[in-house]
């Protein structure tokens, strides 16, 4: 890679202290830079965004100052490898570097970047050093290639922040250069983020239930003990649209959050009216929470209201959280979960085993149930592991004290399996499907 322009490598010093604003001004400057370079030779630009991986979670558990210590190495580090004049400090745990290549083949170039954005990703591999600790970190990286004023600036960060996402979707560590057919993937999810927003203020949205059943050790007979909520999009022209094809773009948009709040009055409202039916008054109410609306610093002050503005019984509410969840900022999530306990709804750890799987902090957290995955369910019969895992996420349980549920029972064997195993709660379509509130 060459050089495209020289500055006084003192100004691109790294600095917490300048505001963000001034930060991307800088490097705007850079990109102009860049692509009156690519203009004048016909070679290919680059701006890599990259962003250090859990990187919340080494200053959770290692502080601040640490961190930012860390920060200030990673950019140190960054500069070693490709030069202090294409780097830029964003903000948080995000920088981006600018370059040119030295092709004028799309090709070339982006084999050539590759190479050096592998060497950068290894590098930030070895180890941090620094006041008694041994820290590794790896990242992940978006890649843009453009020719002179193929893109705006708006658009070039947009597309680059979209490949990082999907380096991220991929396991982290990795990079992803951005292409045609992820251009089509945001304008698609463009519509379809216009669409929810608009499904979300014209109520299309609905809450189906699946049943939760338990198994009668005298009798071996399962009875219903309850249900999950689960969401349904129902569009006027596409018909249902199930969970899997809008609540990543919701979480990603940040529409999760006024849709994870209209789900908890329209659950508050059915179980509400469950306290008059002889049959289900009795019935737990499950419902999954989202990370984003789980970190909100009003969660627990917006919950405490809606309680209170339904009237419904709060200890027969059981919300379902992540692993990962949980692990994000696990002091904050004690605070929340203890507040959450004091009011009488009971929490779950959903898809456990997917995660971080860390035993630790089934100690320190009121949890009252696990949830198996239905990955680990779907191929029980004939996958020896998975038999092992479930064995293994029974045996947690039991020993913690918790309800181990089982996701995703569709076959008599699979349920025959579980069984024998110990396992006392089941859902899945063996039993029942998600319906309409009217079906149960």
């Known amino acids: 890679m060459s050089h495209c322009f020289h500055e006084d490598a003192t100004s691109l010093a790294y600095s917490r202290q300048t505001p963000f604003s001034k930060r991307l001004v800088s490097l705007s400057k850079k990109i102009d830079k860049i ?23 080494l200053n959770h558990t290692k502080g601040h100052a640490l961190g930012n210590e860390v920060l200030h190495q990673i950019y140190q580090r960054l500069s070693h490898t490709v030069s202090p004049l294409h ?21 070339h170039a982006k084999e050539g970047m590759k190479a050096l954005a592998y060497m950068i990703l290894k590098a930030l591999q070895e180890p941090f050093v620094m006041a008694h600790h041994s820290i590794r970190l790896t990242a992940s990286m978006g890649i843009v290639l453009f020719l002179a004023h ?75 003990i309850g249900a999950e909520a689960l969401i349904r999009w129902i569009d006027p022209v596409h018909g249902m649209i199930t969970p899997d094809k809008f609540i990543p773009l919701a979480e990603k948009s940040g529409s999760i959050i006024p849709l994870g709040e209209w789900i908890l009055k329209e659950a508050f409202t059915q179980l509400k009216s469950w306290q008059d039916d002889p049959q289900k008054r009795h019935w737990q109410l499950s419902i999954n929470i989202s990370i984003k609306q789980f970190e909100r610093d009003d969660f ?30 696990l002091k ?52 020896h592991a998975d038999v092992i895992l479930v064995q293994t996420i029974l045996g947690i349980g039991k020993r913690f004290g918790l309800d181990v549920v089982a996701e995703g029972v569709e076959t008599e064997e699979q349920y025959q399996r579980l069984r024998d195993m110990g396992c006392r709660y089941f859902q899945g379509y063996l039993f029942s499907k998600p319906t309409p509130p009217s079906l149960l």
């Open 35 to 57: 692509i009156a370079k690519s203009h004048k030779t016909s070679r290919y630009g680059a701006l890599l965004l990259l962003d250090i991986d859990d990187f919340k979670t």
């Open 332 to 383: 904050s999530s004690l605070r929340k979960i203890y507040a959450l306990t004091k009011l009488g709804i009971s929490l779950s750890i959903d898809d456990f085993g997917t995660g971080y799987s860390s035993l630790a902090y089934l100690k320190r957290l009121p949890i009252h149930e696990l949830k198996i995955d239905k990955s680990f369910i779907r191929d029980l019969a004939s996958d």
């Open 150 to 224: 193929e893109y705006s600036h708006e658009k070039m960060v947009q597309y680059a922040d979209s490949a990082l996402y999907e380096a991220k979707k991929s396991g982290r560590n990795t990079l992803h250069f951005f292409s045609p057919l992820l251009q089509q993937k945001l304008e698609e999810e463009a519509v379809m983020l216009e669409r929810l927003h608009h499904a979300i203020h014209q109520q299309q949205m609905s809450l189906h239930y699946q049943k939760q059943w338990a198994l009668n050790p005298l009798t071996q007979d399962v009875h219903e």
């Open 87 to 107: 780097v830029n400090y964003l903000q948080g745990d995000e920088y981006a570097i600018t370059l040119c290549t030295t092709s004028s083949c799309y090709d």
């Open 300 to 329: 627990i002050s917006m919950v405490q209201e809606l309680l209170q503005s339904f009237q419904c019984d709060a200890t027969k509410i059981r919300f379902e959280l992540t692993e990962s969840l949980l692990i994000n900022d």
